[in-house]
């Protein structure tokens, strides 16, 4: 009983991030509730049966926020999934994605958790604020659970008193799923959904969503995670991404903080990728119809503090360079640089150009003072 309670407080680590966005691409682009519940169920339980730990699966958070800002109809969205998935397929298959995840050396990748994590906490405080009275009593909960009484799973008691919060003011009348249709994207929406998704996107993926969960996921799990490497990563995000974009779910991958809110909160294998894959499945069978209507009744002051307490802990990798002089510059560079611009894109090719332009000047120093 102890190791299925925390299975469950590790399956529903990542809410904080998944919800959010979820009911906001329902609200905001019409996406099926359906269609996006269960393309992201079948994906947990995919992932967690062939990697053999929790995987965590997103939606693409770039490509997600410029539709929800720009209102994009749900179709553009799909196609801009599938050409995502066929992209990142090419990238494993030949080779490419290997050697530019080589490129990318611990200080960058480091530099990319806290980033992420600081961007994560600033987040949070947007579901914080409108809700500061449950999110008080929540933040207290969760750190007494996680300082003093340390054999209970931490996000069960927090969990237990969302969920009650959100039957109370929640309608479940309407029960069974929504449309779920299979349909091919045309021209237009794919030309548009590539030059106004795709690109922006890509990069952060293959920074955050590959380099970086591998990176997370060994160090988290260890032995666990051999399967997880620069081709497997790529080719579990691509068949995702055309699997959902066929169906008309979101866009999604995995990502390294999703990766640590699931180990922090108590996935320790791969039993919590089921739990919640299975949950999200039933939501999207039997209660397509007012998913909507209980999530967003879900309190957004428990949901910032998880996002919180993720952020920080992401964030807490830079400690294993911390005396690495060189590294650390690096790392800080381009987090903090992703931070303030809100752009990770920017601060790891930022820290790669460091990174590499240092090795060169260095190597040209060597080879200038070797023929003197």
Known sequence: ?????????????????????????????????????????????????????????????????????????????????????????????????????????????????????????????????????????????????????????????????????????????????????????NYSDLMTGFVMLVLPQIALTFGNAIVATRDTGIMLYGKRAHRLNLTSIPVSIGLANIVSGLMGGAPMCHGSGGMTAHHTFGAKDNISGYIIGGTLIALALLFGNSAVSFITAFPSGILGVLLLYVGIQHALYLKDIIDEQKALVIALIVGITGFVLNNLTIGFLAGLTLYHGYAVIKKITASTQSTM
């Open 1 to 185: 009983m102890r190791k299925l309670l925390w299975d469950i407080s590790g399956a529903f680590g990542d809410i904080g991030v998944f919800f959010p966005l979820a009911i906001l691409l329902i609200a905001k682009n019409g996406i099926y509730p359906t269609a996006l519940f269960l393309a992201a169920g079948l994906f947990y339980i995919a992932s967690a049966l062939y990697f053999k730990i929790t995987m965590p699966v997103q939606p693409l958070k770039a490509m997600c926020v410029i539709a929800i800002a720009s209102g994009l109809d749900f179709e553009i969205l799909n196609a801009a999934g599938i050409t995502m998935g066929a992209l990142l397929l090419v990238m494993a298959v030949t080779g490419v994605s290997t050697r530019l995840g080589n490129l990318f050396p611990v200080s960058v990748i480091r530099g990319i958790q806290l980033g992420l994590g600081a961007m994560l906490a600033r987040t949070s405080f947007d579901l914080i604020v409108p809700d500061i009275l449950i999110a008080c009593f929540a933040g207290a909960l969760l750190l007494i659970t996680v300082t003093i009484f340390k054999q209970v799973p931490p996000l069960i008691p927090v969990l237990i008193i969302g969920i009650v919060l959100s039957f109370k003011s929640a309608s479940l009348s309407l029960t069974g799923s929504t449309p779920l249709t299979f349909t091919l994207p």
